[in-house]
């Protein structure tokens, strides 16, 4: 059964590929096993749904929708 909502801060940096909306790689991978969940992000006071990506070394998150994240200046 799910557990609750739970809060975690995080540390990342921006990437852009060109073909897919901004992301933020996560300076420290999420523990556990690989996932691929949602969540939210808060971000300068914005929510932003994510999709959580952990992959072997890294964690991803990734916008759910096309806007991607807001600006945040040089990266």
């Known amino acids: 059964m799910p557990q609750g909502r739970a809060e975690l801060p995080?540390?990342?940096?921006r990437l852009e590929d060109g073909a897919h909306s901004p992301q933020l790689r996560l300076d420290a991978r999420l523990s556990g096993h690989d996932t691929?969940?949602?969540?939210?992000?808060?971000?300068?006071e914005q929510e932003i749904q994510v999709r959580i990506l952990t992959f072997d070394d890294i964690t991803i998150l990734a916008p759910v929708s096309q806007q991607g994240l807001p600006a945040l200046g040089a990266a």
């Open 10 to 13: 995080v540390i990342g940096r």
């Open 36 to 44: 691929f969940l949602t969540g939210t992000l808060l971000l300068e």
